[in-house]
């Protein structure tokens, strides 16, 4: 982050022993009789941020089986953490006096969750699954119990709770460029709503406002929206009057989209990560205007780390290994777990970064503490508890008049800071404890999935991948790959991408209706191997080129699959089938497909180069 108190440089203590907050006072000023502008200040600062957990290295680590995505804190007085991970799994935890209990645990999704929610109130949770699964799950957080099962006919891409605390409960779900609204119920299995003019594109993330009833969305071509979850579905009278005079277009014209909207506890403002701009923004709910702007951009990370502006000074070999995660955090699959959070103040937000987890104080526009800056885990999703666990809800004079010292234990905060790591399978906590035994804080709470002689499986699952974008001069373009149906061209495929074999090579044939062909380093389709410097085998199997958006091997002939690969456009080709190996479908990024297609062509091969910047895999 490029926080002012880092580029900020303070005045002379002749200047009156005053230092200035403009965010312009940077080089030399013309002389001037007005006196330098006071330093912001926020009242009571120290007492805010003693709320916040005192031990700067994580105390405890808990285990899912697989990747954890997100950890989501119930505020009080429901007291229940819940965390999801990649293959489908839900975990309850029970806030106690000192950290959280296992409670509960769902075989929620068949595939993927790509997007949870929890409900103003703490008392319901969603989740939403993959094109592998088409289902949306509906917890009462309370009971720790799954009330129903809603099926869809096209995978979610994102889900929030929409109803005030003590109403009927709403799920709103973005189903492509579509907004339902389900009965959170279940009472209701078709959609009580369809809302089709807010957006032109997929919807990638929505928060729910329930001081102003109102729903703030945003979609993959960075338009952001907002509406009332109610008829007759419109922005709501009491913010902004014209859209123009907003900061909402600031997505648009940086070319970025929010992975995640966050709502102060004030509602007063919320907050934005968005990529690949890298940037946090503050938004004043009321007028839609930024308040605030922190960057997080590998230009800005490069640039303080050797300038020596940054609040840590990293060893080179260290800030080298954390910028490669970095770029790897750029993932389709990986930047809807990055967010936002706020402390129960609404003065203070959290996220991770390369240095540890940031708390930034928005109003002084400065860093007050900073976890885990030595732990070896990047802290993607974020989450503050902050209440007390066993404070009692109705308190008598004579109670607090008492000197009992039980209830002055019942009222003893036990903040925590949760959050989740890159391609970790465990989520961290930070607590008061300043005294961490290493040996002890890692709980064994699942059993490892590989043991012994799967050594070497387990070696050849992380040369695979699940998932890959392809970054092109047109667009991104994202994959879904088939690592169990074929192993071995996935294997080829992620090794080349994540080796950079592939950058900077053209799409050299295309055929409009039929596919776009590329991964020849020549250019010229007579060139390209494999990682093992032969040509391999083909790897049929029961899938077919029966749907558009295939994505299958090149060819000149059987078992000579190298690394050139094709995406199919044409909705059937059956000509193609037990021809060339399936491995993975494009699932995102269609319109850059058609682009490509559509582009002209001489001979096949496009007049003007489109390039493959590179690959990520994950």
């Not at 703030?216 to 419109?234: H, T």
Request: aromatic share 10%.
């Amino acid at each position: 982050m490029a926080d002012n108190n880092n580029l900020k440089r303070s005045r002379s203590p002749e200047a009156n022993g005053a230092e200035s907050s403009s965010d312009d006072d940077f080089g030399p000023a013309l002389p001037s009789d007005v006196p330098p502008k006071k330093k912001r200040k926020l009242p009571y600062e120290s007492l805010y941020v003693d709320a916040l957990p005192k031990g700067s290295r994580y105390s405890k680590s808990l285990m899912h089986k697989d990747q954890v995505i997100s950890v989501k804190v119930a505020p009080h007085p429901v007291d229940f953490v819940i965390t999801t991970s990649i293959d489908g799994v839900v975990k309850f935890w029970k806030k106690v006096a000192q950290g959280i209990e296992f409670a509960k645990e769902y075989k929620a999704h068949n595939g993927q969750i790509r997007s949870s929610s929890i409900s103003a109130d703490g008392a319901s949770f969603a989740t939403a699954g993959d094109e592998d699964d088409n289902s949306i799950k509906i917890f009462d957080v309370v009971t720790f119990d799954l009330l129903t099962i809603l099926n869809l006919d096209s995978p979610p891409t994102a889900i929030a709770w929409v109803h005030k605390r003590g109403s009927s409960p709403l799920l709103a779900v973005g189903v492509g460029k579509i907004i339902r609204i389900y009965d959170g119920r279940g009472d209701r299995s078709d959609p009580m709503q369809s809302l089709s003019s807010f957006h032109r594109a997929p919807v990638t993330a929505m928060a729910y406002n329930d001081a102003y009833d109102c729903v703030v969305s945003a979609d993959s071509s960075g338009m952001v929206e907002y509406w009332q979850p109610r008829e007759p579905f419109e922005k709501p009278t009491s913010v902004y009057k014209m859209k123009s005079a907003t900061s909402l277009f600031d997505f648009k014209k940086s070319r970025s989209v929010p992975a995640s909207i966050t709502m102060s506890p004030s509602r007063n403002q919320f907050a934005t990560i968005s990529f690949p701009d890298r940037q946090i923004r503050i938004f004043d709910f009321a007028s839609a205007k930024v308040h605030r702007v922190y960057d997080e951009s590998l230009q800005t990370i490069t640039d303080m780390q050797q300038a020596g502006t940054a609040i840590v000074k990293l060893e080179e070999v260290e800030f080298g290994r954390r910028m490669a995660v970095e770029r790897e955090i750029d993932s389709a699959a990986v930047k809807p777990r990055v967010n936002v959070a706020w402390d129960e103040s609404g003065h203070f937000i959290a996220y991770g970064s390369i240095l540890g987890v940031k708390i930034v104080n928005t109003v002084t526009n400065r860093v007050v503490k900073l976890y885990g800056k030595d732990e070896p885990f990047r802290a993607l999703n974020v989450d503050l508890y902050q209440g007390a666990p066993q404070r009692k809800d109705i308190m008598t004079v004579s109670m607090a008049a008492s000197a009992n010292p039980l209830l002055q234990e019942a009222e003893e905060r036990d903040p925590i800071l949760f959050c989740s790591g890159f391609g970790k399978v465990r989520f961290y906590m930070f607590t008061n404890l300043e005294q961490i035994s290493k040996s002890e804080r890692d709980i064994q709470n699942e059993r490892p999935r590989q043991l012994g002689g799967k050594k070497e499986k387990q070696e050849k699952k992380a040369q695979s991948g699940t998932s890959a974008t392809i970054h092109t001069t047109y667009g991104d373009i994202q994959l879904r790959l088939f690592p169990e149906i074929a192993p071995k061209t996935v294997e080829n495929f992620v090794t080349h991408s994540r080796n950079g074999y592939y950058n900077n090579t053209i799409f050299h044939r295309v055929i409009r209706r039929f596919m776009i062909q590329c991964g020849d380093p020549l250019g010229d389709g007579t060139g390209g191997e494999s990682i093992w410097g032969r040509e391999f085998e083909d790897e049929f199997s029961s899938l077919k080129h029966d749907k558009p958006y295939t994505l299958s091997m090149a060819n000149a002939g059987p078992n000579t699959n190298a690394s050139q690969f094709f995406i199919t456009t044409v909705e059937r080709a059956p000509w193609l089938d037990n021809k060339h190996t399936i491995f993975g479908r494009a699932t995102q990024g269609m319109d850059v497909v058609h682009r490509i297609e559509n582009t002209k062509v001489y001979k096949e091969k496009p007049a003007e180069d489109i390039k493959i910047i590179s690959i990520s895999v994950s």
